[in-house]
Each structure stands twice: as structure tokens, then as C-alpha cells.
């Protein structure tokens, strides 16, 4: 039983001023047992009925504040709506598909252009020395471009979910999260990283059968150094459009993964190929450059682990989260075998050129469809906790796109970005000449056909792959992203590849692929 004090500030905190009763005539003399109601009928009937009503509630094993919580609202119409925990999903999610395609259109088209820049930069370096004798670098390129889906995607998604439910509303929270994530996704880059160019060698080898342990040290540095740089500055960059859109009313979901693509693979591939391009250099005259790169950043894991571990909001994932980065990186390193294969053949030239965009366009769309999913479940519960906002584990492709929910609604939207988004980034890449291959129609259409059916796939995969992790007790934030931007870099790449080797068989000389 609460005491006096306790109970006059519970029923004042509820906005509610009830007449109190004191706590000696609600027991008996050894104060070991409730006194019936009867005994306290009386004149003062209205002060009798709000004690027996919260000796009942109590006596139920319910707080005073949840006993009181509708009262309190129905007396104080200006208190927090926060109180409210109905089923209706909160304001943020409440949008209509205009909303939700105004939102996505920017961010969507600025990412667009980030994955043509970082293409046409591929379209460049590939004829690099290092790439033309360590070719093993087209594996790294989808394994690190990748890590914006399996770090700075799924940072992005756990700050924009943290933000939406009031987590980072107060200086300390933020700063709580600011340096727990910052830390975590050092720690995860530097592994992933090194993993990354530890598959970049088997897969080279595999083929060939021939091995260089020069080549394979090259690798690890510029993989490890790659990662590490890349995702400290977009770490920063994400932190900063996450705070700023809070603050200008906009949906962080909506925006933060496609930013954070937009520059992530410019980023990325540039990083990569001016430091493979430096190490390279360095490799005959002073090979000892190449160990001292890999040991310097493996050197500071120590330091990342201490402080991602000493950070609530991290140490679980810093434990639990390994799982969906390394599967996503060896996705993407089958991707990249891919790559490496088709580029490397004089008739698949032009492929280069094309294959960030894919990619970076259907990851960027995958990306914010299951950050929006996993804030509407988050906002309804925990993970592992029945939900009425959950559909069925496998659901059928006309509820993930037919349907009046508004996860379906904004699959809707994205899908009907892809054409449009990617004739606008077609038309680029023709103006500036690159990819060694002329636009027309026939490949229009092959390349459209793959650009659709591939996120055609990653939506319905996304909304099977959110709710069956949700349901299993995990947290989408930190599972689903990797998994989704890597199998589209898989489906994308080999789509494209498919849609050269078709054209190339029907000999569309026209558009001059590999010319």
C-alpha cells in the first residue's frame, strides 16, 4: 500500500485533484488487512467512492496511475497525448502517399546521383593499374560499397527509430547515442573489412588457382583503410540529417538511408581506388608500408570495443549484431565475383558503369521501406511482442502492395519511383558519355525490366523479412537492412549481367555494349 505523500503526488502527476482519504482508515487496527467498503459509508459519499474505487484497483495488482490514467486526461484536455496506447499508430507514421513520395523524392534522387557519380568513377578506374593486375579489387567494390547497408544504413534506421520514439530528445540521449553508435560501427567496418578482403582473395583464387601474397596484404590495407575512413564520415554525416530533419519536421525514415547512400558509394568507391591506387605504388619500393596500414587500424579495435561496450544502447548489438554484417558481406562478395567476371570481358565493358546505380537504387529503396516497417512495429511494441499492426508471416504479394495499410502504401510509392528515377539517371550517365554504351530502346527496356524486377523482390522480401525477425525477437534495425541491400546487390548485379549477355546474344550492335 502507497503511503500519504505517495499517493497526494501520484494523483497530482495524473492532472486530477480527488479528494485522499488517509491511509489509517483503509486498514484495520493491525493494518494487515483491507477494510470492507461498507464500513466507511457515510455522509462524505464522493471521497468514500474514490477510495473504494482505488482499494479495488489495487487490490487488482494495478498502479494508481494506470487507474487513473483516463480520468487525468478526461480533466487536463492539454495533457501529453504520449499516454495514449492504443493501437493508432503516432502521428509521424501518419502519412498519405503524396507525403510520403514528397519526402522520398529528394533524398531519392540526390542517392541517384551519388550511385551514377560512383559509377562513372568505376566507368574510369577499372582501366587503373591496379585494377587491371589485382583484380580482386572489383570483389572488394560491392563487399564495401555494401557497407552502407550493412553500418551506415542500419545506423541511420536505429537512430531515425530512436528518434521517433523520443530517445534522443534530451542532450544526454543524444550524446548517449551520438558516441555508442559511433564507436559500434568502427568496430563493425574494421572487421567487416578485413573479412571482406580475406573473401576478395579466395574468390580470386578459386578461378585461377594462383595466389600472391603481396597482392592478398594490398587487399586487407585497402580494405580495412577504406571501410574505417568511409564510415566515420558518413557515421557524422548521418547523426547530423537525422537531428536536422527531427528539427524541421520531417520523418527521418523518409530520408536518412537514402542520404546516407547518396554519398556513401562516391565515398566508398572513391576511397577505395585512390587507396589501393597509393598502396599499389608503394608495393615494390616499400612493401612494408602495406602491414604497417592493416596493423595500425586493427591496432584501435581495443578502443572502439571499450567504449561501444561500456554504452547500453550498444552493447547488446555489439555482440548480437555480427551475424547479418558478415552473411550481407559474403552476398555482396558473390556480387562482386560477378562484377569481376563480366568486366573483365570485352563485351560486358559497358556494365561497369551501370551496376552501382542498380544496385545503389534498389538497396536506397529496400532500405527505407524496412526502416519505415521496423518504426511502426517499434512504436506498437517490443520485439518478440504480439502485434496488432502485424500481418500474416508470409504474407501475399496484394497485402504487401494492395492494400490500405500504409507500409503498402508507401511500397507503392517507392516501386513507382524506379522508372522515372532511372530514366532521369540513364539520361545522365549518356550526357556524360559514360559506360561505352549508346541508350536505346531495346536496352531501355532489358535494363528497366531488371531495375523492376528487382525491387519488385527486395519490397515483398522486406515486408516477409522485418516481421518474421520481429516476431522472432529481434530487432529489424539491426538485422533486416544488411541482409536486404546486400541480396540486392546480388540480384542486381546478376540481372544486369543477365540483361548484357541477352543483349549481346541478340547482337543489339545498336546500342554497342562492350564497344
Same mark, same amino acid.
Given at each position: 500500500?502507497? $503511503?500519504?505523500?505517495?499517493?497526494?503526488?501520484?494523483?497530482?502527476?495524473?492532472?486530477?485533484?480527488?479528494?485522499?482519504?488517509?491511509?489509517?482508515?483503509?486498514?484495520?487496527?493491525?493494518? =494487515?488487512?483491507?477494510?470492507?467498503?461498507?464500513?466507511?459509508?457515510?455522509? *462524505?459519499?464522493?471521497?468514500?467512492?474514490?477510495?473504494?474505487?482505488?482499494?479495488?484497483?489495487?487490490?487488482?495488482?494495478?498502479?494508481?496511475? *494506470?487507474? +487513473?490514467?483516463?480520468?487525468? $486526461?478526461?480533466?487536463?484536455?492539454?495533457?501529453?497525448?504520449?499516454?495514449?496506447?492504443?493501437?493508432?499508430?503516432?502521428?509521424?507514421?501518419?502519412?498519405?502517399?503524396?507525403?510520403?513520395?514528397?519526402?522520398?523524392?529528394?533524398?531519392?534522387?540526390? /542517392?541517384?546521383?551519388?550511385?551514377?557519380?560512383? !559509377?562513372?568513377?568505376? *566507368?574510369?578506374?577499372?582501366?587503373?593499374?591496379?585494377?587491371?593486375?589485382?583484380?580482386?579489387?572489383?570483389?572488394?567494390?560491392?563487399?564495401?560499397?555494401?557497407? &552502407?547497408?550493412?553500418?551506415?544504413?542500419?545506423? /541511420?534506421?536505429?537512430?531515425?527509430?530512436?528518434?521517433?520514439?523520443?530517445?534522443?530528445?534530451?542532450? &544526454?540521449?543524444?550524446?548517449?547515442?551520438?558516441? =555508442?553508435?559511433?564507436?559500434?560501427?568502427?568496430?563493425?567496418?574494421?572487421?567487416?573489412?578485413?573479412?571482406?578482403?580475406?573473401?576478395?582473395?579466395?574468390?580470386?583464387?578459386?578461378?585461377?588457382?594462383?595466389?600472391?601474397?603481396?597482392?592478398?596484404?594490398?587487399?586487407?590495407?585497402?580494405?580495412?583503410?577504406?571501410?574505417?575512413?568511409?564510415?566515420?564520415?558518413?557515421?557524422?554525416?548521418?547523426?547530423?540529417?537525422?537531428?536536422?530533419?527531427?528539427?524541421? =519536421?520531417?520523418?527521418?525514415?523518409?530520408?536518412?538511408?537514402?542520404?546516407?547512400? $547518396?554519398?556513401?558509394?562516391?565515398?566508398?568507391?572513391?576511397?577505395?581506388?585512390?587507396?589501393?591506387? !597509393?598502396?599499389?605504388?608503394?608495393?615494390?619500393?616499400?612493401?612494408?608500408?602495406?602491414?604497417?596500414?592493416?596493423? @595500425?587500424?586493427?591496432?584501435?579495435? #581495443?578502443?572502439?570495443?571499450?567504449?561501444?561496450?561500456?554504452?547500453?544502447?550498444?552493447?547488446?548489438?555489439?555482440?548480437?549484431?555480427?551475424?547479418?554484417?558478415?552473411?550481407?558481406?559474403?552476398?555482396?562478395?558473390?556480387?562482386?565475383?560477378?562484377?569481376?567476371?563480366?568486366?573483365?570481358? #570485352?563485351?560486358?565493358?559497358?556494365?561497369?558503369?551501370?551496376?552501382?546505380?542498380?544496385?545503389?537504387? !534498389? !538497396?536506397? +529503396?529496400?532500405?527505407?521501406?524496412?526502416?519505415?516497417?521496423?518504426?511502426? +512495429?517499434?512504436?506498437?511494441?517490443?520485439?518478440?511482442?504480439?502485434?496488432?499492426?502485424?500481418?500474416?508471416?508470409?504474407?501475399?504479394?496484394?497485402?504487401? @502492395?494492395?492494400?490500405?495499410?500504409?507500409?503498402?502504401?508507401?511500397?507503392?510509392?517507392?516501386?513507382?519511383?524506379?522508372?522515372?528515377?532511372?530514366?532521369?539517371? %540513364?539520361?545522365?550517365?549518356?550526357?556524360?558519355?559514360?559506360?561505352?554504351?549508346? %541508350?536505346?530502346?531495346? @536496352?531501355?527496356?532489358?535494363?528497366?525490366?531488371?531495375?523492376? %524486377?528487382?525491387?519488385?523482390?527486395?519490397?515483398?522480401?522486406?515486408?516477409?523479412?522485418?516481421?518474421?525477425?520481429?516476431?522472432?525477437? %529481434?530487432? #529489424?534495425?539491426?538485422?533486416?537492412?544488411?541482409?536486404?541491400?546486400?541480396?540486392?546487390?546480388?540480384?542486381?548485379?546478376?540481372?544486369?549481367?543477365?540483361?548484357?549477355?541477352?543483349?549481346?546474344?541478340?547482337?543489339?550492335?545498336?546500342?554497342?555494349?562492350?564497344?
Amino acid at each position: 500500500m502507497s $503511503s500519504k505523500p505517495e499517493q497526494m503526488e501520484t494523483h497530482q502527476a495524473n492532472g486530477a485533484v480527488l479528494p485522499i482519504v488517509p491511509v489509517d482508515c483503509l486498514t484495520s487496527p493491525d493494518r =494487515g488487512q483491507l477494510v470492507q467498503p461498507s464500513d466507511f459509508l457515510g455522509p *462524505d459519499s464522493d471521497g468514500v467512492e474514490v477510495v473504494v474505487l482505488e482499494s479495488r484497483a489495487n487490490a487488482k495488482g494495478v498502479r494508481e496511475e *494506470d487507474a +487513473l490514467l483516463e480520468n487525468g $486526461s478526461q480533466s487536463n484536455e492539454s495533457d501529453d497525448t504520449s499516454t495514449d496506447r492504443g493501437p493508432e499508430p503516432a502521428s509521424p507514421l501518419k502519412e498519405t502517399s503524396f507525403s510520403i513520395g514528397l519526402q522520398v523524392l529528394f533524398p531519392f534522387l540526390l /542517392a541517384g546521383f551519388g550511385t551514377v557519380a560512383a !559509377g562513372m568513377v568505376l *566507368d574510369i578506374v577499372q582501366h587503373w593499374d591496379v585494377f587491371k593486375y589485382v583484380t580482386e579489387v572489383f570483389i572488394l567494390v560491392p563487399a564495401l560499397l555494401g557497407l &552502407k547497408g550493412n553500418l551506415e544504413m542500419t545506423l /541511420a534506421s536505429r537512430l531515425s527509430t530512436a528518434a521517433n520514439i523520443g530517445q534522443m530528445d534530451t542532450p &544526454k540521449e543524444l550524446w548517449r547515442m551520438i558516441t =555508442g553508435n559511433m564507436a559500434l560501427i568502427q568496430v563493425q567496418a574494421t572487421v567487416v573489412g578485413f573479412l571482406a578482403s580475406i573473401a576478395a582473395v579466395i574468390f580470386g583464387w578459386i578461378p585461377d588457382g594462383h595466389f600472391s601474397i603481396d597482392h592478398a596484404v594490398l587487399l586487407c590495407a585497402s580494405s580495412v583503410a577504406t571501410a574505417f575512413i568511409a564510415s566515420l564520415v558518413l557515421g557524422m554525416i548521418m547523426i547530423g540529417v537525422i537531428i536536422g530533419s527531427r528539427k524541421m =519536421g520531417i520523418n527521418p525514415d523518409n530520408v536518412a538511408t537514402p542520404i546516407a547512400a $547518396s554519398l556513401g558509394d562516391l565515398i566508398t568507391l572513391a576511397l577505395l581506388s585512390g587507396i589501393s591506387w !597509393g598502396l599499389y605504388k608503394e608495393l615494390e619500393s616499400k612493401a612494408y608500408v602495406n602491414p604497417l596500414v592493416c596493423a @595500425f587500424f586493427i591496432a584501435l579495435l #581495443p578502443i572502439w570495443i571499450i567504449i561501444a561496450k561500456k554504452n547500453t544502447a550498444t552493447r547488446e548489438v555489439l555482440y548480437s549484431g555480427w551475424e547479418p554484417v558478415i552473411i550481407a558481406m559474403a552476398i555482396s562478395s558473390a556480387g562482386g565475383l560477378i562484377l569481376d567476371r563480366t568486366v573483365s570481358d #570485352p563485351n560486358f565493358a559497358g556494365m561497369a558503369v551501370f551496376t552501382p546505380v542498380i544496385n545503389g537504387v !534498389g !538497396g536506397n +529503396l529496400v532500405a527505407v521501406q524496412a526502416s519505415r516497417i521496423s518504426t511502426y +512495429l517499434h512504436m506498437s511494441g517490443m520485439p518478440g511482442e504480439s502485434s496488432e499492426t502485424a500481418p500474416r508471416k508470409c504474407p501475399s504479394p496484394c497485402s504487401t @502492395f494492395f492494400s490500405s495499410d500504409v507500409n503498402s502504401r508507401s511500397a507503392r510509392v517507392l516501386f513507382l519511383l524506379v522508372v522515372p528515377g532511372h530514366l532521369v539517371f %540513364l539520361y545522365t550517365i549518356s550526357s556524360m558519355q559514360g559506360g561505352h554504351t549508346t %541508350l536505346t530502346l531495346i @536496352f531501355i527496356v532489358f535494363y528497366m525490366t531488371a531495375a523492376l %524486377l528487382q525491387v519488385l523482390i527486395l519490397l515483398y522480401i522486406a515486408d516477409w523479412m522485418v516481421h518474421w525477425m520481429w516476431g522472432r525477437d %529481434l530487432d #529489424p534495425d539491426n538485422f533486416s537492412i544488411p541482409y536486404l541491400t546486400a541480396l540486392g546487390d546480388l540480384i542486381g548485379t546478376g540481372l544486369l549481367a543477365l540483361s548484357f549477355h541477352i543483349l549481346w546474344l541478340i547482337g543489339d550492335r545498336d546500342s554497342d555494349v562492350g564497344d
